[in-house]
């Protein structure tokens, strides 16, 4: 028959070796709100993951952006802050895809001069890498920041406001709606890389 004080001091390693886990690895699973310039997931968006191994995640996430609806695939390393089980610096990077049409009740900036069926479709496909800090608590809260930047691999979107030969000015119907104003899906594809900036908050179980 087990001894009474055996038992506490089986409970009390138990719960100490469960305090020393890290949050990251404790929590698997986790959803969060994406927001920024420029991110994998747009201006605004949601992602779900889990932990595949310690310290190391796969998340999906999906979002509305410039270039549209945006979707990435992202792999997440955590290095811990000195001893801390709650806090990690972050390397990720995977793809992600904008998708931009009139069928899917987006609008389409483009040239005057250019024809743009409903049915069209365009897109901006690359690849993201960021570098950011993250913080997870006990009680599963997530708190992160992240700078990163996108290499497009593949569009068809920059043609829609494709500038003149010699010209600096933008074309007819892709003219910006002021200094401030955010730039369009087409002007934003013309970029062959830019970099990022994101927020995130969720929560893991």
């Known amino acids: 028959m087990p001894r009474p004080w055996l038992a506490v001091a089986l409970c009390l390693a138990s719960s100490a070796a469960v305090a020393q886990e890290r949050t990251v690895d404790s929590r698997p699973w986790f959803a969060r709100f994406d927001g920024g310039a420029g991110t994998p997931v747009g201006l605004l968006g949601g992602v779900v993951g889990r932990a595949v191994a310690p310290g190391f995640a796969i998340e999906v996430g999906g979002g509305l952006g410039v ?41 389409v900036a483009h040239r005057d001069d250019l024809a743009v069926a409903r049915g069209d479709l365009f897109y901006v496909a690359g690849l ?77 179980w």
């Open 67 to 107: 270039t549209g609806y945006q979707a990435a695939v992202l792999a997440r390393g955590y290095l811990p802050v000195g001893d801390s089980d709650t806090s990690s610096w972050t390397v990720a990077g995977g793809p992600s895809l904008g998708l931009l049409g009139e069928s899917l009740g987006l609008h």
């Open 128 to 204: 993201n890498v960021e570098a950011g800090y993250e913080l997870r608590l006990g009680w599963g809260f997530i708190f992160r920041v992240a700078v990163g930047g996108f290499v497009t691999v593949a569009e068809n979107m920059a043609a829609l406001c494709a500038k003149d030969p010699g010209s600096s000015a933008e074309p007819a119907g892709c003219e910006p709606g002021g200094p401030d104003a955010i730039p369009s899906g087409p002007q934003v594809a013309r970029r062959r890389a830019y970099p990022y900036f994101a927020l995130g908050l969720g929560f893991a």
